[in-house]
């Protein structure tokens, strides 16, 4: 088991070192550099400022010294704040992302999970069809349609909630919501095919058959089913959800990571740049292997092998 | 199966709808869709409107229609080539196995560990620049193509192979082997129809996924750039004055919307005939 | 949710990149410098240079020195008084080239600033710029320039601390480490969300009636609105499509800016290497319509100079004229009909769209040229614009300090900011003679007659309009006054 975790930690590296080094290349072949401004700067101020972020040897320079600095785990300075490295940076948005991601994530696991059960177990009802339109229109609106309905409607019509800003619990619940909308309906979905399926199948017929109570028959077969489903959607959820959405973010003026992963192209901060990347992929990585440790766990008939879908 | 044959036929009537209003836009709405009119601009809805003007006195029914052809367009296209790629790329894996295999999931893995955003974003941009010369709107649908159909890709490569996998233990792909087919025949011959269902099923899903991509990234300035316009750049536009002018908004969100929930019905239905096997 | 008492909340919209006065170049930063720091000068409502840290200032006959005194009794927040040499220590940081400053061209005017900038001179002391004594800073010119008190109003030519700043590196602009002399003082620094300002009990002037200004970080103009409306902030500007809804009421401030939006040409390439036509396709423009499109107070300009500017000139530069855009056309010899599609090219942007959908729309209806629109994300456009400019293209200009030559000096031959390729050499003489001429009506007449070749005879560039800021004001502010280089001076503001 730890020979597997660790195993696995190890082949992190030539991957994430991979992700740099095309990362790397698609930006430089970008036109425009970091310092091309609507008031073009004399060349000799540019020269100092090249020369100031080492931008003015080759490129194959600047990788080896790139990746040498990496190796050190220093991830650089940014271009466009002055003064600020990209590990600061990083360090007081990906907090936000998390808190904001991880409250998301509780609502879109209880609020789906929870819907799917509900109109799983009376398959067919009119309580059933109503959480189908519901979750229907969950999966289909976009984070913008929502959030622009949500500012609308609570935060200008009624008044009961911020339309932005990060001050407080009462500045998260919109975002959050927003946030949590689309996975919290796909959960839904998953979590009522699971258990439509499960009811449906000899032993659960055989179980209820013997007289073991439909609470303990939900608990042992159908609930454990339906995890198993959700967690093989866990894994690209979770690195999503805490690296923050570029767009809730956006609309909802909330100081999290996932601004930076359009900002800093368009800044051309290659650092920047850099860094949420390789922090995107680790987190990628790292939820894979708690998903596969955690179907492990979940279900004994898995052995292992990090071959699952 | 009634219900899920009667949502079916909503989801496709929905998407009939879309594709007929995308089509005959201009005639439907008695405007083209770039006819400027000061004299009216920024109007709510009426009868020579049915969805009111934009800033410039545009009709916005006649904007919607082409932001529907222009949206509808880079779905289906982003959708065919990640279809492409990831067939033959899953084919390709899941049938050599072993080694090949494993090298070619690792590559499925770094595009996995990148951060889609940021690989739309730099693909669009560099896309742009190698495109130059091309009109403006073929090289911003070319690169939305190509930079959704790249994110698109792996996830159709990942689930051809674990098919394909799964087919080559059946007894009749041993039993064809035996009998002395080639590769070739028996991957295109047999195994793919038999595992074309879930392929397809996949793809109908994928469409609705392209459009909310496509919207997302217009709605923040980098997909679709004026004059033309897709309902993601409608609908930025219209947050820009949604508290004095809420109809510039509400009816592009209201298209995405309703496409959305049109394709994810025609996905289950499909699901429901040609993959009955997995709900979901 | 009960605004607190004597608390501003305005919207930056944007994290300010730096606060470093030496290194800052935006309009984000320079809001919250402006509360934090002070210069020798500053600008009155008039835009006229006005003592302020500088008590006074005398300049040579030759106009080449000049000497400020400093005002007594200043103090850095830290208790540390103003001395002339932090001027000095500022201006040799900002000048540096290890600083690689992208505003240290400022004080190119200054004797040997430019070669100790580039290096070519490594003796600080060339520069001519020292302190005479603690009070009294002189400055020697490289040539005499008549605005040079306006120029010292920015900020990158505010005093530092060289002590602070090599103690902290470049965390100095970090509270609490940050120390300045205005009437606000840093006191936390939330980056891509807020910053907050307190009161200096040390300003000079005496402590603002303000005790915190909070400046957020809000990059949606519609979030920002809607929070504006819920109470939550005090001062945002308008998105442009929600001007006419607040128009009316009594919270509408507009202010117009010293900034100039112009299309450019190319005028290396055909058809708009012939004067001729860039005069044609500049009559066929019809200003008038940018008001109604844009709805953000825009003004119409035919010339470059904006108004409110010194030396500006509202009749010179050509109006709509489409009979005599279509003739000029005749007359160079170009068939509309058989001209090549016009390519405008233009930075992703609202604004930018509607006015590049309309001027297609204008020069297709009265010159009768197809007209394609093509636009670019904002780096790529400047790459373009450097390496191989587009035929036409959109570009705009904000005043750094209030004088004509800031506007002028763009189109002289020489300048990295003119992407024309147009040069004439009596347009850079008369530039470079109407920087130096003390006479206001000798500058008039040089200004008026570089403009008219400017904007009327070799027309490199049209000009269209100038633009304003439009804000919504909270009822419980008082004494908020924009300026028209879109600063904000808070410390004259009030709240209930």
């Keep these: 088991m730890i020979r597997y975790v660790a195993g696995r930690l190890l082949a992190f590296v030539p991957v994430l070192w991979v992700v740099a080094t095309l990362t790397f290349a698609l930006l430089r072949f970008l036109p425009g550099g970091p310092f091309d401004k609507e008031k073009t700067l004399p060349p000799e101020i540019l020269r100092n400022l090249e020369r100031r972020y080492a931008l003015d040897g080759t490129l194959t320079e600047q990788y080896v010294d790139y990746l040498g600095r990496l190796a050190r785990l220093d991830l650089g300075p940014s271009y466009k704040y002055v003064g600020r490295d990209v590990s600061d940076i990083l360090a007081d948005a990906l907090p936000v992302s998390i808190e904001l991601g991880l409250l998301a994530l509780l609502i879109a696991l209880a609020g789906g999970i929870s819907l799917g059960l509900a109109a799983g177990a009376r398959n067919g009802s009119a309580l059933d069809r109503s959480i189908g339109v519901l979750t229907l229109l969950g999966v289909s609106a976009p984070s913008f349609v929502i959030g622009a309905g949500l500012i609308l409607g609570v935060a200008l019509g009624l008044d009961w909630l911020p339309a932005g800003l990060w001050e407080g619990p009462l500045y998260a619940i919109l975002p959050a919501l927003t946030l949590a909308a689309l996975p919290l309906a796909y959960i839904a979905q998953l979590t009522r095919a699971q258990v439509v399926t499960v009811m449906d199948q000899d032993y659960v017929r055989t179980a209820r058959a013997k007289g073991v109570s439909e609470g303990r028959v939900r608990r042992h077969h159908v609930l454990r089913n339906a995890l198993l489903a959700v967690l093989t959607y866990f894994g690209p959820l979770l690195a999503m959800l805490l690296t923050g959405s570029f767009v809730v973010e956006k609309i909802y003026a909330i100081p999290g990571m996932g601004r930076f992963f359009v900002t800093a192209v368009t800044n051309r901060d290659y650092p920047l740049v850099l860094g949420v990347t390789l922090v995107y992929a680790a987190l990628v990585l790292a939820s894979n292997l708690l998903v596969d440790l955690l179907y492990a766990w979940l279900d004994p008939r898995i052995r292992i092998s990090g071959d699952e879908r | 199966m009634t219900g899920s044959k009667l949502a079916g036929a909503l989801g496709a009537l929905l998407i009939a709808a879309l594709v007929v209003v995308a089509l005959s836009g201009d005639r439907l709405a008695g405007h083209r869709y770039d006819a400027q009119d000061a004299a009216h601009a920024l109007e709510p809805p009426s009868r020579a409107h049915w969805l009111g003007t934009d800033a410039l006195g545009r009709d916005q029914l006649a904007r919607v229609a082409e932001g529907a052809r222009v949206s509808l367009l880079v779905a289906v296209g982003a959708t065919a080539l990640a279809l492409a790629i990831g067939l033959g790329y899953g084919l390709l894996a899941g049938w050599l196995g072993g080694r090949v295999d494993g090298a070619m999931m690792r590559v499925v893995d770094v595009v996995y560990a990148l951060p889609d955003v940021l690989v739309i974003v730099l693909l669009i941009e560099v896309l742009q620049v190698t495109l130059a010369g091309v009109p403006d709107i073929a090289r911003r649908v070319a690169a939305l193509v190509v930079a959704l159909g790249f994110v698109g890709w792996v996830g159709v490569a990942r689930l051809v192979r674990a098919l394909v996998l799964q087919a080559r233990e059946e007894t009749w792909v041993e039993a064809a082997r035996a009998l002395g087919l080639r590769d070739r025949r028996i991957l295109l011959r047999h195994v793919l129809p038999n595992i074309a269902g879930p392929i397809l099923v996949a793809a109908a899903f994928q469409i609705p996924a392209a459009i909310l991509a496509e919207s997302t990234l217009s709605f923040i300035g980098l997909g679709i750039q004026p004059p033309f316009s897709s309902w993601g750049t409608l609908a930025s536009d219209g947050f820009e004055a949604m508290r004095s002018y809420p109809h510039l908004i509400i009816f592009p969100c209201l298209a995405i919307l309703l496409a959305l929930v049109g394709f994810h019905l025609l996905g289950e239905t499909l699901r429901a005939v040609l993959d009955p096997r997995r709900r979901l | 949710m009960q605004p607190v008492p004597r608390e501003l909340r305005i919207n930056l919209e944007t994290e300010p990149p730096s606060l470093d006065w030496s290194l800052a170049t935006d309009g984000i930063s320079i809001i919250a410098i402006q509360q934090l720091m002070r210069g020798l000068t500053r600008l009155g409502r008039d835009l006229r240079a006005e003592p302020d840290l500088a008590e006074r200032w005398s300049v040579s006959p030759d106009g080449r020195t000049y000497t400020f005194s400093l005002r007594p009794g200043v103090v850095w927040s830290d208790g540390v008084p103003l001395?002339?040499?932090?001027?000095?220590?500022?201006?040799?940081?900002?000048?540096?080239?290890?600083?690689?400053?992208?505003?240290?061209?400022?004080?190119?005017?200054?004797?040997?600033?430019?070669?100790?900038?580039?290096?070519?001179?490594?003796?600080?002391?060339?520069?001519?710029?020292?302190?005479?004594?603690?009070?009294?800073?002189?400055?020697?010119?490289?040539?005499?320039?008549?605005?040079?008190?306006?120029?010292?109003?920015?900020?990158?030519?505010?005093?530092?601390?060289?002590?602070?700043?090599?103690?902290?590196?470049?965390?100095?602009?970090?509270?609490?480490?940050?120390?300045?002399?205005?009437?606000?003082?840093?006191?936390?620094?939330?980056?891509?969300?807020?910053?907050?300002?307190?009161?200096?009990?040390?300003?000079?002037?005496?402590?603002?009636?303000?005790?915190?200004?909070?400046?957020?970080?809000?990059?949606?103009?519609?979030?920002?609105?809607?929070?504006?409306?819920?109470?939550?902030?005090?001062?945002?500007?308008?998105?442009?499509?929600?001007?006419?809804?607040?128009?009316?009421?009594?919270?509408?401030?507009?202010?117009?800016?010293?900034?100039?939006?112009?299309?450019?040409?190319?005028?290396?390439?055909?058809?708009?290497?012939?004067?001729?036509?860039?005069?044609?396709?500049?009559?066929?423009?019809?200003?008038?319509?940018?008001?109604?499109?844009?709805?953000?107070?825009?003004?119409?300009?035919?010339?470059?100079?904006?108004?409110?500017?010194?030396?500006?000139?509202?009749?010179?530069?050509?109006?709509?004229?489409?009979?005599?855009?279509?003739?000029?056309?005749?007359?160079?010899?170009?068939?509309?009909?058989?001209?090549?599609?016009?390519?405008?090219?233009?930075?992703?942007?609202?604004?930018?769209?509607?006015?590049?959908?309309?001027?297609?729309?204008?020069?297709?209806?009265?010159?009768?040229?197809?007209?394609?629109?093509?636009?670019?994300?904002?780096?790529?456009?400047?790459?373009?614009?450097?390496?191989?400019?587009?035929?036409?293209?959109?570009?705009?200009?904000?005043?750094?300090?209030?004088?004509?030559?800031?506007?002028?000096?763009?189109?002289?031959?020489?300048?990295?900011?003119?992407?024309?390729?147009?040069?004439?050499?009596?347009?850079?003489?008369?530039?470079?003679?109407?920087?130096?001429?003390p006479e206001p009506a000798e500058r008039q007449r040089l200004y008026d007659e570089a403009q008219t070749i400017l904007c009327e005879e070799d027309v490199p560039i049209v000009p269209l309009f100038v633009t304003a800021s439009n804000f919504a004001v909270a009822k419980r502010l008082h004494g908020f006054v924009p300026r028209a280089m879109d600063q904000y001076f808070f410390d004259e503001v009030s709240a209930d």
Aim: charged residues 25%; glycine residues 6%; hydrophobic residues 40%.
């Design chain 3, 83 to 437: 001395r002339a040499q932090h001027f000095v220590d500022g201006w040799l940081r900002l000048l540096a080239p290890e600083t690689a400053a992208e505003y240290a061209y400022f004080l190119f005017p200054v004797k040997n600033a430019r070669a100790f900038n580039a290096g070519e001179i490594h003796d600080p002391e060339a520069v001519g710029v020292r302190a005479r004594d603690d009070a009294t800073l002189e400055v020697e010119l490289e040539a005499p320039l008549v605005y040079f008190p306006s120029l010292v109003n920015f900020m990158v030519t505010f005093p530092q601390r060289r002590d602070l700043i090599e103690r902290h590196g470049e965390r100095w602009t970090e509270p609490p480490n940050l120390v300045s002399l205005g009437p606000f003082v840093l006191e936390e620094w939330r980056h891509e969300y807020r910053l907050v300002m307190r009161a200096n009990e040390r300003y000079w002037a005496g402590r603002p009636a303000l005790d915190r200004i909070v400046a957020y970080m809000i990059e949606e103009d519609s979030t920002a609105l809607v929070l504006w409306e819920q109470g939550l902030l005090d001062l945002v500007k308008l998105p442009p499509l929600e001007i006419r809804r607040y128009e009316t009421r009594p919270e509408y401030l507009r202010q117009p800016l010293l900034r100039g939006y112009y299309y450019g040409f190319d005028v290396r390439e055909p058809p708009f290497d012939d004067a001729r036509v860039r005069r044609a396709f500049a009559l066929a423009i019809d200003r008038s319509v940018f008001p109604g499109l844009l709805r953000g107070g825009e003004q119409p300009s035919s010339s470059w100079i904006p108004p409110g500017m010194p030396h500006a000139n509202a009749s010179l530069g050509l109006g709509f004229d489409p009979e005599r855009a279509r003739a000029l056309l005749r007359e160079a010899g170009v068939d509309p009909a058989k001209l090549a599609p016009v390519r405008i090219v233009f930075n992703s942007d609202q604004t930018h769209k509607l006015v590049a959908e309309k001027v297609q729309a204008l020069w297709r209806e009265h010159l009768g040229v197809r007209v394609e629109l093509e636009n670019r994300e904002w780096k790529v456009f400047l790459k373009e614009l450097a390496s191989d400019p587009p035929p036409v293209f959109r570009l705009g200009w904000g005043a750094d300090f209030p004088d004509p030559d800031n506007f002028m000096n763009l189109f002289t031959s020489y300048s990295e900011n003119n992407k024309t390729g147009w040069a004439n050499p009596r347009y850079d003489a008369l530039v470079e003679r109407a920087a130096r001429a």
